[in-house]
């Protein structure tokens, strides 16, 4: 099924040459017909295929999908619009990016999907260094798992800079446990997003990460 036109992507470019709210209002209809709603369209079909692997996602697509607008309050850049459309596919939905997920992003540049833990709580993170430290072998065989190496690389994410003394002998097992992030990503061509496989494609990243997103799930409860 085509979820989306050429129209996504040409809006985005030309979004990116005229970034400001007199382009975006005399284009508004546009947006909605070209982006929005097949956005929307899209992220329920993704729900409804996950909830078919996994009945506890309980959400809809307004709880998972961000908003156009740029937060500029902190932000020398005062351009009002991002040049993405975004959703964060989870139980905790766009406002918890602590809960693993399938976090998409798709620009004129690419489609980005990531998963894992991005922002967790210092409690949160105290849980999954635990998990880590008591079988690092477990942690390690999941991200070194033929599929997800070919999709996502390896583990991401922020790490300490100095390693507190409680934790430097399990660092020296697996060295990501010192990360303060543990997320990974993958990428795709742009023209995915208007293909007829868009929800086929994504759902095979669903399932690659699935083991290492049930993983940090786990640790973080």
Not at 66 to 80: G, Q, T, V
Not at 101 to 111: D, K, N
Not at 196 to 214: D, F, H, I, S
Request: hydrophobic residues 35%.
């Amino acid at each position: 099924m085509h979820y989306f036109t050429e129209d996504f992507v040409t809006f985005f470019k030309e979004l990116a040459k005229n970034n400001h709210k007199e382009w975006f209002h005399e284009n508004k209809k546009r947006y909605e017909t070209s982006i929005k709603k097949p956005f929307e369209v899209f992220v329920d079909s993704m729900i409804k295929e996950i909830q078919k692997l996994d009945p506890t996602l309980q959400v809809e697509p307004k709880d998972c999908v961000l908003r156009i607008n740029r937060d500029i309050r902190f932000s020398k850049d005062k351009s009002p619009y991002n040049l993405h459309y975004t959703a964060f596919i989870s139980s905790g939905g766009r406002k918890d990016k602590s809960i693993p997920g399938i976090f998409l992003r798709f620009s004129p540049e690419m489609v980005g999907i990531m998963g894992g833990c991005f922002s967790p709580s210092k409690e949160q993170l105290y849980k999954i260094r635990t998990k880590i430290s008591k079988s690092p072998n477990t942690f390690r065989n999941l991200l070194e798992e033929k599929s997800f190496v070919q999709k996502f690389g390896e583990i991401r994410g922020e790490t300490m800079k100095r390693i507190p003394k409680e934790w430097q002998d399990a660092c020296k097992k697996e060295s990501l446990i010192a990360n303060k992030q543990f997320y990974f990503v993958g990428e795709e061509a742009p023209g995915l997003i208007s293909s007829n496989v868009l929800v086929k494609e994504m759902m095979a990243y669903w399932q690659t990460m699935r083991p290492v997103n049930e993983y940090l799930s786990k640790a973080i409860q």
